[in-house]
């Protein structure tokens, strides 16, 4: 146990970049697999913004019916997917966690993947998110904003703690 805290202070840092756009399945799948995994800091998702409305030319106002634009469930929340999945960020205690994060891809990805490490998470709050959530902000969503989404699109989900397991021991 105290190993795992005292690598908190020096999180590993992960990506894991799929060579095709996810499908909304695969990505449901690939997250909740992610959820369940114990030693996850925080997860990002990126990839490009999926239009809700069309911006230009003849059709210009009128709503998109993209496939890839389909509510998605993560634990108990059910968000709408926004863009396509194109890399998943994650910040992890420790090196066990990563090789549990590295089989997971191996089983749900029938195609190739890189899968790096490095820094890939801000360290240091950015001006947008500066702006959007003040000088006191959460250091977890740090780098996290998309500087073109509202405050209240963004995306949050908390990971839920095992407290009933403390309950059956006394």
Known sequence: MS???SNTENPIQIEIFPSRILSPETAQKLITELYRIDGIIRVMV??????????AGPGTGEKVEHPLRKPIQIG?????????????RLEISNAETKEKIRSVCEEIFPFAFEFRE?????????????????????PCLLGMVDAKAKIDQLVYIEKQKKEDSKDTDE
Request: one cysteine or more; charged letters at 30%; proline letters at 6%.
């Open 3 to 5: 190993d795992s805290a």
């Open 118 to 138: 490095g820094n890939f998470f801000r360290k240091q709050p950015t001006v947008t998110d500066y702006a959007k959530f003040g000088p006191d902000s959460d």
């Open 46 to 55: 990126q990839g490009s913004r999926l239009p809700e409305r069309v911006s």
């Open 76 to 88: 108990d929340q059910v968000i709408e997917l926004k863009i396509c999945v194109g890399r998943i």
